[in-house]
């Protein structure tokens, strides 16, 4: 009966996607986020005249189209695909005064990318339908938790919407409230079964928004404990050692200071507490670069209540000398 449920409600989320990139591309209000008009020309996404270039660090394939433009990059042992698309503007006020403006879309590929991928079949099915597409991507969904974001529904479950970051524990930062919790459903992993608790309805905690944004709504395979296997598991510390995707920067228990293989989308780890160790603490979504020319994280934390790119308890930038650029150790694209 839960599997069922569970089937049920992932039909439903897809079947709300169209309304939600009605309501994110049309809306003029930028108290959390809003998209400009101005369109990148796709260029070849129709016609299929590509031209591919291969870089290093980590390996990758940059699609251009025939004038030259990119249109996208794919990351060897990742399904996470940078798009080029609308310019957006991402605000958030009560938190912070600047701007993140980007034309970077992030979107999964329905496989993860190797060299010489580009002559598969499925391959030349979905990169033109990506490039034209404007639903929400993974920068827009994370953004719809943010502190006043309208309610997102489908069939009567609220699958996003303003999160709270949690209620307080005897064990201290242990995360704990995941997006079952906020979802308010009992799940069923491949690895075992979790019952949503009443109180923590509506929270995030850092782990859990990664695991709703990149998980529950845009797919991604789940783990129920913080074990090494085919999915995201739990916590921060498991998805640093243990979880999928391409090594971006390798945690060398030291502050990461190169930002050069960083692209919006990438999942960051941070280490808040050294004085427990070296273990990463803290994880969050790598938005871009802001209006001041600074690298800014989407996370869930205690002190905003719920997910933000603002500067509440710390300014949220990995760069320069701050909270979490102090704390930044590593990043993974799934």
Not at 106 to 117: C, M, S, T, Y
Not at 159 to 181: M, T, V
Not at 289 to 304: E, M, Q, T, W
């Amino acid at each position: 009966m839960r599997r069922a449920i569970r089937i049920g409600v992932l039909a439903a989320v897809i079947g709300v996607s169209g309304t939600a990139a009605v309501y994110v591309a049309t809306q003029e209000k930028q108290d959390i986020t809003a998209m400009s008009a101005s369109l990148v020309t796709p260029g070849a996404a129709a016609t299929g005249e590509y031209s591919y270039e291969r870089l290093a660090a980590p390996g990758r394939t940059i699609v251009r189209d025939s004038a030259g433009t990119q249109l996208a990059s794919f990351t060897d042992g990742s399904r996470t695909v940078m798009l080029t698309g609308r310019s957006r503007n991402f605000t958030e006020p009560k938190f912070t005064t600047v701007t993140v403006t980007s034309s970077a879309w992030i979107r999964f590929a329905p496989q993860a990318w190797k060299e010489g991928a580009e002559k598969e079949p499925w391959f030349r099915d979905w990169l033109p339908k990506a490039v034209g597409d404007t639903s929400p991507d993974l920068l827009a969904i994370a953004l719809q938790y943010t502190d006043g974001s309208a309610p997102q529904m489908a069939k009567k479950l609220r699958i996003g919407g303003d999160a709270s970051f949690g209620p307080d524990s005897a064990e201290g930062r242990l995360e704990k409230s995941d997006f079952y919790d906020y979802l308010g459903v009992d799940w069923d992993f491949p690895d075992k079964h979790e019952k949503a608790e009443p109180a923590r309805f509506g929270s995030l905690d850092c782990s859990g928004f990664v695991r709703m944004v990149y998980g529950y709504r845009a797919g991604y395979p789940l783990l129920g404990s913080n074990t090494k296997g085919p999915g995201l598991p739990r916590r921060a510390w498991a998805m640093s050692e243990l979880g999928p995707g391409t090594q971006v920067i390798a945690d060398t228990k030291k502050q990461a200071r190169d930002y050069s293989a960083l692209q919006p989308g990438d999942i960051l780890f941070f280490n808040l507490e050294p004085n427990l160790g070296p273990q990463v603490s803290h994880t969050g979504i790598y938005l871009g670069i802001d209006g001041d020319g600074r690298r800014r994280v989407l996370s869930s934390r205690k002190v905003a209540n719920g997910p933000t790119f603002g500067d509440a308890g710390g300014v949220s930038l990995i760069d320069g000398e701050g909270t979490y650029a102090k704390a930044f150790r590593a990043a993974k694209r799934l």
